[in-house]
């Protein structure tokens, strides 16, 4: 199969999302916005939902994560829906068993610490993940055609980067200090390597499904890779999240390449070829962009916490983020990080509210 990296036409007429636009650098009639964990505790909606099903159901039963899509796109009013699933799908077709703990977060059954248990991980069951792209159908099928603006909505997919998932198979959990994971990445093994190279076959067959259901842009997280080292990041991870961006793309659809706390590895991460890079609040956003130089969009960078704080403060950050994006195109407004449980949902209701005024062009 003869790969491009060419963008399809639908995604380059005027019809286009603003999101999709904003995406590829298009100008837009006011800067979209979206959050991340739009669906998320902090909603009484989502924890109505939770008392009758765990994350891991929600995620595997396509109408219901279908439901929680679109709910929290519908009751902010963004621009975007993120569709409903979990970073860690990929592991149970991989061969990896996990559970979340109430309170402590994902845990990995038996973390991965080998090179003999990488060579054990499955690559060919990728489609055991279609119950994502069965959900994602579901969501584009609520949003065909566009809304009482005018504007379709844009519809996003994701997975995680390879970093960010060795991290939880080898850790077996979240972690602070990386020891294992870090380990594994110095040891002269041929571990590192096979494990970047496996994690990259199912997660570009993962997208692949997700595309083809009807996802618009494919946002790759990897939340944790600010733990590296520039050149470790260099070293272990800048080829093999190239090679999943590269093809990712390929599929014909902009990728949004996000981390946490990644200000001195944003030139790195500019070279895998990403459309849009995800900024954390730590750097101010004109900053970032100009570190990360033309030909690439950003998103972001509001710090989450900030949904706390009085209104007054709130709107200056918001209007601040917004004054140093300039109306360049390409920026699309969103948090640093994820909403956190307990954030007022009127905040969040007002924020977008706010973006959609001073974002106007
Ligand atoms: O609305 C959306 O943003 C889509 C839903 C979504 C979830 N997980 C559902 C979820 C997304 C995009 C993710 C990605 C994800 N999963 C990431 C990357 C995003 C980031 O924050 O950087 C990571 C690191 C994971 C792994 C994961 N899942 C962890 C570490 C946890 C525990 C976190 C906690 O605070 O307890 C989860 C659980 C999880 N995934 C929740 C949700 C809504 C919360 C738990 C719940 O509802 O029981």
New binding site residues.
Partial sequence: EKESVTIPAQHTEPTASRFVRACLRQPVDRTPIWL??????YMPE?MAV?KHHS?LDICRTPDVAAEVTIT?AERLGVDAA???????LPFTPMGLDFE?VAGE??QVNTPVRSLEHVQALRTDRAEDLSYVARAIEKVAAHFSGPRPDGDSLGIIG?C?APF?LAS?MIEGG?SRNYIETKKLMYSESAAWPLLMEKLVTVLVAFAKQQVEAGADVIQI?D?WVGALSVTDYRQYCLAPTTELIRRVRALGVPVIYFG?DTASLLPAMRETGADVLGLDWRIPLSEGWKTIGPGCGVQGNLDPITLFAPHDVLKARVQEILQEAAGRPGHIFNLG??IV?GTPVENVIQTIEWVKEFGKR
């Avoid at 993120?82 to 860690?88: P, S």
């Fill in positions: 991340l964990r739009q669906a998320g505790r989502y939770r994350l929290a993120i569709i409903f699933a979990d970073l860690l979340f977060g994902p994701f995680g960010t939880y979240s997280f939340s946490v990080h994820g449980p």
